[in-house]
T-cell receptor, first 114, second 113 residues
Framework: KAGVTQTPRYLIKTRGQQVTLSCSPI?????VSWYQQTPGQGLQFLFE???????NKGNFPGRFSGRQFSNSRSEMNVSTLELGDSALYLC?????????????FGPGTRLTVT | SQQGEEDPQALSIQEGENATMNCSYK?????LQWYRQNSGRGLVHLIL?????REKHSGRLRVTLDTSKKSSSLLITASRAADTASYFC?????????????FGKGTTLSVSS
């Protein structure tokens, strides 16, 4: 089975712009979660989608949003980019939305905001 | 916010030695997982231990969980240069939080040949 894929792998944007990141989960996985990783804050949960519905959301401003399509692919969007949004954005897929199931992570998208 | 802390923050050992990393967390959990990350890339799932388990093995990995102390340890035996990576523990975020994980800040392991 193919693993979790994320596109693009690298992205450079300017402050004030917006960006859309894409994640394709492992075939058959219906839960997709997004995480932000920075040197200062570490790995932080952004949100989780299951069956096209946002199930959980982390403590991030409304500039961070996401959606999930019927084929379980997910996108996240960050509007009005700030320098502090520079980070590695990781997507993870899981079979279910229940805890206790391992999550499979993609390689990440490295976003640099200048 | 971070659920807990890994200890040590960094660890340097020689090939063949054992590496032990510790993780502490703050709230009650259903399970705890360990992940490995190579140089700013994606996370690789290593092992999951449930709150009613005390010890689990997978190949050269041994994980223990002490819920009374809210702590876990990851032991890598006979380390190899390829084990050089950052290691993170992650706990579930509580009832109703789905698959959301709370990660520690990680231990950076360097194994030299």
């Amino acid at each position: 089975k193919a693993g979790v894929t994320q596109t693009p792998r690298y992205l450079i944007k300017t402050r004030g712009q917006q960006v859309t990141l894409s994640c394709s989960p492992i075939s058959g996985h219906r839960s997709v979660s997004w995480y932000q990783q920075t040197p200062g804050q570490g790995l932080q949960f952004l949100f989780e989608y299951f069956s096209e519905t946002q199930r959980n959301k982390g403590n991030f401003p409304g500039r961070f949003s996401g959606r999930q399509f019927s084929n379980s692919r997910s996108e996240m969007n960050v509007s009005t980019l700030e320098l502090g949004d520079s980070a590695l954005y990781l997507c993870a897929s899981s079979l279910t939305t229940q805890t206790g199931y391992e999550q499979y992570f993609g390689p990440g998208t490295r976003l640099t905001v200048t | 916010s971070q659920q807990g802390e890994e200890d040590p923050q960094a660890l340097s050992i020689q090939e063949g030695e054992n590496a032990t990393m510790n993780c502490s967390y703050k709230t009650s959990i259903n399970n705890l997982q360990w992940y490995r990350q190579n140089s700013g890339r994606g996370l690789v799932h290593l092992i999951l231990i449930r709150s009613n388990e005390r010890e689990k093995h997978s190949g050269r990995l041994r994980v223990t969980l002490d819920t009374s102390k809210k702590s876990s340890s990851l032991l890598i035996t006979a380390s190899r240069a390829a084990d050089t990576a950052s290691y993170f523990c992650a706990t579930d975020a509580g009832p109703g939080a789905g698959t959301a994980l709370i990660f520690g800040k990680g231990t950076t392991l360097s194994v030299s040949s």
